[in-house]
């Protein structure tokens, strides 16, 4: 199976940076992506990578660095909507998408 | 909008009874997926249809049997359930499986079995 591994939680302040990662150990790659999921609600599409380095959209980035199988979300300027759970999945060589247990991260004022 | 949408939001069913979770897109998307996630597990990927046909079964209990009509709707039918099948269940859809494509999802149906 793969195995897909993120902290739990993670807590920061208005206006900070937080950095969540996740590491990885899947058969074959074919891409890694970040979703948002607030409470109650959808997974949401943030990012998604394929090829090694850092992709930026606005306050958020995301790195992939494929032959040590790290990825890590950068929230940037944090924003109390922006408390959420942030699910980082994997897909492998049979395009099967595996999500890691998620990282709920809580911004204090 | 993320342009999937579930019914019901919430169910709560006994372990006898049968009912049916239902999901559409509005996307134009010809892959879609069933997905269990419970309270601090990772989201299981249950079943994959593209282009109508099931391609993917991951080892789901018999209790759980999903029919997709046409390439729009997804449904799941449930029947005999058990208390540990409470989870949010989620649907998704791609534009087909395979390839860069993003998988788009549903806000789910919260279910409780008792």
């Known amino acids: 199976g793969q195995n897909i591994d993120q902290p739990t939680e993670m807590t920061a302040t208005e206006g900070a940076i937080v950095q969540i990662n996740c590491t990885y150990q899947?058969?074959?790659?074919?891409?890694l992506f970040w979703y948002q999921q607030h409470a109650g609600e959808a997974p949401t599409f943030l990012s998604y990578?394929?090829?090694?380095g850092l992709e930026e959209k606005g306050r958020f980035s995301s790195f992939l660095s494929r032959s040590k199988g790290y990825s890590y979300l950068l929230l940037k300027e944090l924003q109390m909507k922006d408390s959420a759970s942030y699910l980082c999945?994997?897909?492998?060589?049979?395009?099967?998408?595996?999500f890691g247990a998620g990282t709920t991260v809580t911004v204090r004022a | 909008e993320t342009g999937v949408t579930q019914t019901p939001r919430h169910l709560v069913m006994g372990m006898t009874n049968k009912k049916s979770l239902k999901c559409e897109q509005h996307?134009?998307?010809?892959?879609m997926y069933w997905y269990k996630q419970s309270a601090k597990k990772p989201l299981e990927l249950m079943f994959v249809?593209?282009?109508?046909?099931?391609?993917e079964n991951n080892s789901v209990p018999s209790r759980f049997s999903p029919e997709c009509p046409n390439s729009s709707h997804l449904f799941l039918h449930l029947h005999t359930l058990q208390p540990e099948d409470s989870a949010l269940y989620l649907c998704?859809?791609?534009?087909?499986?395979?390839?860069?494509?993003?998988?788009?999802f549903g806000p789910g149906t919260r279910l409780l079995v008792l």
């Open positions: 999945a994997v897909r492998d060589s049979d395009y099967k998408l595996s």
């Open positions: 899947t058969s074959g790659f074919n891409g």
């Open positions: 998704a859809s791609s534009q087909e499986r395979g390839g860069s494509e993003t998988q788009y």
């Open positions: 990578n394929v090829l090694d």
């Open positions: 996307l134009g998307h010809n892959a």
């Open positions: 249809y593209n282009f109508k046909e099931q391609t």
